[in-house]
């Protein structure tokens, strides 16, 4: 079975320019979460998804940030104009039900460099 | 809102040492609690998960207890391996399903 892949792996762009990551989640898998790290700061939480619902997205920092996913597949996360500030790893993970007792399986993130 | 710290930041073994790093988080309404092992340009992989009415889990030499009314928890690695050696991330779950991590703590584990 597949895990969750991210797209790019590395993405260098300049302030100002527009860049979209995209996530695919294991199959079959109705949540998927966005998180990032910023560097010398914990992972945190930016949003989720159940299916093609955003179910919580009060982690998004701003309204540069907007993230998809049509039709419950796929999603992506677009960051429009980028500040220095974006810069990080963004992960992507994703679970298959809400309950305790499910982890989430995380994709090997998009380190994302604004100069 | 809730906050995870761990302890220490980083920590380095000679091979075969046990050893223990310690998470603390500050709200105990949390219906679990992960411990994630994250390798360089690598994924999170999840160690283990304690759900909040248990106390402990085991997964081979990986030990994690949990006192969710003192708001802590342990990551017990016994006899230590430098394949061991990667970031230890902690972090809870409460609202829907969302992580709360911290900073993690980053072991080197020298042959």
């Known amino acids: 079975e597949a895990g969750v892949t991210q797209f790019p792996s590395h993405s260098v762009i300049e302030k100002g320019q527009t860049v979209t990551l995209r996530c695919d989640p294991i199959?079959?898998?109705?949540?998927l979460y966005w998180y990032r790290r910023v560097m010398g700061k914990e992972i945190k939480f930016l949003l989720h998804f159940v299916k093609e619902s955003k179910q919580d997205e009060s982690g998004m920092p701003n309204n540069r940030f907007l993230a998809e996913r049509t039709g419950g597949t796929y999603s992506t996360l677009k960051v429009q104009p980028a500040e220095l500030e974006d810069s990080g790893v963004y992960f992507c993970?994703?679970?298959?039900?809400?309950?305790?007792?499910?982890?989430?399986?995380f994709g090997p993130g998009t380190r994302l460099t604004v100069l | 809102k809730q906050e995870v710290t761990q302890i220490p930041a980083a920590l380095s073994v000679p091979e075969g040492e046990n050893l223990v790093l310690n998470c603390s988080f500050t709200d105990s309404a949390i219906y679990n609690l992960q411990w994630f092992r994250q390798d360089p340009g690598k994924g999170l992989t999840s160690l283990l998960l304690i759900q909040s009415s248990q106390r402990e889990q085991t997964s081979g030499r990986l030990n994690a207890s949990l006192d969710k009314s003192s708001g802590r928890s342990t990551l017990y690695i016994a006899a230590s391996q430098p394949g061991d050696s990667a970031t230890y991330l902690c972090?809870?779950?409460?609202?829907?399903?969302?992580?709360?991590f911290g900073k993690g703590t980053m072991l080197l584990v020298s042959p």
């Open positions: 199959s079959g898998h109705d949540n």
């Open positions: 993970a994703s679970s298959q039900q809400l309950v305790s007792t499910d982890t989430q399986y």
């Open positions: 972090a809870v779950t409460s609202g829907y399903s969302t992580l709360t």
